[in-house]
């Protein structure tokens, strides 16, 4: 079991900048791919960026490549999101997720912890 919490949203201007944060506790932290998804209202939860359990690794959305960045701390148990350039379609609640078994990358079927989400709003 993986517990992880969310921080770091909040209601920011298009064109600031947001960091989020997602520390782990539980089982060995080094032992995932860790990802983040997002959810807006009536939307389906989409990918948006994941990151390889030795930082070597990095894959992106199409929507936030070149403006997004994911890296993790193994030492301190943290996956980290830097959202640069935000606009308002990047509003949603944003989780971080687990990925121990073999699964999907892009989907959240693929992975088996998440946290409880926090919401990131972008006004223009």
């Known amino acids: 079991q993986v517990q992880l919490v969310e921080s770091g949203g909040g209601l920011v201007q298009a064109g600031e900048s947001l960091r989020l944060s997602c520390a782990a506790s539980?089982?060995?932290?080094?032992?995932?791919?860790m990802g983040w998804f997002r959810q807006a209202p009536g939307k389906e939860r989409d990918f948006v960026s994941a990151?390889?359990?030795?930082?070597?690794?990095?894959y992106y959305a199409d929507s936030v490549k070149g403006r997004f960045t994911i890296s993790r701390d193994n030492a301190k148990n943290t996956v980290y999101l830097q959202m640069n350039s935000l606009k308002p379609e990047d509003t949603a609640v944003y989780y971080c997720?687990?990925?121990?078994?073999?699964?999907?990358?892009?989907?959240?079927?693929?992975?088996?912890?998440w946290g409880q989400g926090t919401q990131v709003t972008v006004s223009s």
């Open positions: 997720a687990a990925r121990s078994q073999i699964g999907a990358l892009y989907s959240p079927s693929g992975y088996d912890y």
């Open positions: 539980g089982r060995t932290f080094s032992s995932y791919t």
């Open positions: 990151v390889s359990r030795s930082d070597r690794s990095t």
